[in-house]
């Protein structure tokens, strides 16, 4: 299939009107951050275009794709209703391809006020959401620090599945028909998270076990799942901020047993499929990890666990955080997984450590860099050259390899620090593949503030004054 040629965009112009970033209101600025996004992801620019009526498009070339941004004030015009209608009536005719549209969600509503005939078309939200919250508001600010981690992370997404249309021969997803997941069961507060990564999952082409619910049984619980993990790639596991109760005549909750058997199952898979990883991931709420004392037992003992399994991936996050994390594995990393050996890191010799730091910090972070240069280790740091697509990058790739984190600060603000810290704990999720070893925090004496909850699963080392590099290699050495 040829390159991608054009966007054409379907909008209310009530949605265009305010100004949020310099000149441009929301949808052109969107549409502009796209364009660059597709420009340097993909090496050549694709034309944007919206359709006013198309009776006014003079040719739609056989490379395109429809984005429909979905709203009340998009739906409340009627010119707008009128196009819809169109679109239908010409993917009805076979003058559109369904596989094409994709929608984009300016702001949350709900989805019976959309047309029906357009559920199916898969979505993206691109507002600020807490979970499935009805807490949920529009982006104003698309490069504050607060709201860098989602909507970036949202747009690199899009960008890369838009670009994928045109390797997919038209099916708009990934063939992942010869790939499985086990999707644990979990308690009754996350249920809602399952059922809405499942419909995800599903839209993509993957096989999801188990298929149908288990007893409460223990014997027929762990039969069962024994059955269902061996027909699997890779595991999801959503604990949340709750816990379900023991299974009956055991002292084992679901969420515990489920573990387990991925656990084992895991040494199997790399047998099976020429040193391959199976991949596990889990999910904690960020809160509820630090307030319920059996999560974070359950925490500590999987962390416990995870240095001795290569794939097994901690991730706490915020619910969309974790599923963009999830996306971009089964997007890009899963068609390749049971072709890669675990030799395929073996170019890292020696333990490496990512050590961060903001460039206000840079005369008092090279000092200790070069020591641990000295000492041996091989150290990566911080990047600040580069627009931001190539510095966010470096960064990701970083947070695939490295054995251990240093988050140093000195005059950096508490955001910054902040916002480290759960880059280093959504690192399982780029795609590593050997354990984190340890994570710390380096920080003045007078360093004061609130630190997100976080924090307490890093090691501490406080300095008076200057930072002194034996205080880190004492650290290493622990």
Do not use: C
């Not at 794939?311 to 706490?316: N, S």
Request: without cysteine.
């Amino acid at each position: 299939m040829g390159k991608l040629e054009k966007i054409f965009l379907i909008y209310a112009d009530a949605d265009n009107s305010q100004v949020v970033h310099e000149n441009f209101g929301w949808v052109d600025a969107f549409k502009y951050f796209l364009q660059v996004l597709l420009k340097q992801i993909a090496g050549w620019k694709i034309a944007f275009e919206r359709i006013e009526s198309f009776d006014k498009i003079k040719k739609i070339p056989s490379e395109y794709l429809l984005l429909i941004f979905f709203s009340k004030n998009l739906i409340e015009d009627e010119q707008q209703i009128r196009i819809l209608k169109q679109v239908k009536d010409k993917v009805g005719k076979g003058k559109l391809s369904g596989d094409k549209i994709l929608k984009i969600q300016k702001h949350y509503f709900q989805k019976e006020l959309e047309p029906e005939y357009f559920h199916h078309f898969k979505d993206y939200s691109f507002y600020k959401a807490n979970g499935l919250s009805e807490s949920r508001s529009e982006y104003r600010d698309f490069f504050s620090n607060s709201e860098e981690k989602t909507f970036w992370v949202k747009l690199t997404d899009l960008a890369y599945e838009i670009l994928s249309f045109t390797e997919k021969k038209g099916t708009g997803h990934l063939d992942l028909s010869n790939y499985s997941v086990f999707l644990a069961e979990t308690n009754n507060e996350a249920e809602n998270f399952r059922n809405n990564l499942k419909r995800d999952l599903d839209s993509m082409g993957l096989d999801i076990w188990p298929k149908g619910s288990f007893s409460e049984s223990a014997n027929d619980f762990i039969l069962k799942l024994d059955k269902n993990i061996k027909n699997t790639d890779f595991a999801i596991h959503i604990v949340g901020n709750g816990f379900s109760p023991a299974i009956a005549d055991t002292k084992h909750t679901k969420e515990e047993i489920q573990a387990k058997i991925t656990e084992n199952f895991s040494s199997l898979y790399k047998k099976n499929n020429s040193g391959a990883v199976y991949r596990r991931f889990f999910w904690f709420d960020k809160v509820g990890i630090l307030t319920n004392e059996r999560i974070s037992n359950f925490y500590k003992q999987l962390s416990i666990n995870v240095e001795e399994y290569q794939g097994t991936e901690l991730v706490v996050s915020s619910w969309e955080e974790f599923k963009s994390l999830i996306y971009q594995f089964v997007s890009f990393e899963l068609p390749n997984i049971k072709s890669k050996s675990l030799d395929d890191n073996a170019g890292d010799d020696g333990e490496i450590i990512y050590f961060l730091y903001d460039k206000v910090d840079e005369k008092l972070a090279m000092p200790l860099i070069n020591a641990l240069r000295k000492s041996g280790y091989k150290v990566i740091t911080s990047n600040f050259d580069g627009d931001i697509l190539a510095v966010r990058h470096i960064h990701m790739e970083s947070l695939k390899r490295f054995d251990y984190a240093f988050i140093f600060s000195h005059n950096a603000s508490l955001q910054w620090v902040n916002m480290k810290m759960l880059d280093v704990f959504k690192a399982p999720g780029f795609g590593r593949e050997k354990p984190i070893l340890k994570r710390v925090l380096v920080l003045p004496n007078e360093f004061k503030g609130g630190l997100i909850p976080a924090f307490k699963m890093f090691e501490i080392v406080r300095y008076a004054d200057k930072p002194n590099i034996d205080l880190i290699n004492k650290t290493l050495q622990n």
